[in-house]
């Protein structure tokens, strides 16, 4: 027998997939994951097996999401003991309404030249400018997505784009 408070979760649950699901699999992918969609599937999986304790907090959700597909990747890429590194970006046909910012930016040299001077980034600032300009967080939210204070989201964020700028001038 299904209650209405079950309904409700379920229905919940549907809506958070479906607002973070493609923008999750792009962030993994940035990140470096080979196998970008296992892991938001897994993140998701582990959201459900927590959802009744976000009920109707869906912002806390994507936070939560968030972080967890970034220490997915974090933790695949030590269990394997290689560094990360760019990976192509696949086109999703639920996307195929309006061509989204990173395939864009791929569809010129200019951000071929963008995509190898991100993967020249040490891994926590490439997290943090890839949480900030592709995911569009706040600071507030980039901290708690990688556990850190808001001075340190902005910092890390700010040196990743110095980095980048400096990449991108010896390209």
């Not at 408070?5 to 229905?11: G, Y």
């Not at 994951?33 to 009920?55: I, K, L, N, P, T």
């Not at 040299?109 to 190898?116: I, N, P, T």
């Amino acid at each position: 027998m299904t209650t209405g408070a079950t309904v409700q979760l379920e229905h919940d649950f549907a809506a958070v997939f479906d607002s973070h699901a493609a923008k999750l699999v792009r962030f993994a992918a940035f990140l470096g994951a080979d196998d970008a969609e296992d892991v938001v599937q897994e993140a998701f999986c582990r959201f459900y097996e927590r959802r009744h304790s976000f009920s109707g907090e869906l912002l806390q959700a994507g936070a939560y999401l968030n972080r967890t597909v970034l220490n997915l990747v974090r933790d695949r890429h030590r269990r394997r003991g290689r560094s990360l590194r760019v990976v192509r970006l696949h086109e999703r046909e639920a996307e195929a309404v309006a061509p989204s910012v990173e395939a864009l930016s791929l569809a010129s040299e200019d951000g071929r030249l963008l995509v190898e001077a991100l993967a020249k980034l040490p891994q926590r600032r490439r997290e943090a400018v890839t949480l900030r300009y592709w995911l569009d967080l706040s600071y507030v939210e980039i901290a708690t997505v990688m556990g850190t204070a808001v001075g340190t989201a902005k910092s890390t964020v700010f040196r990743g784009i110095e980095d980048l700028q400096r990449h991108l001038e010896q390209s």
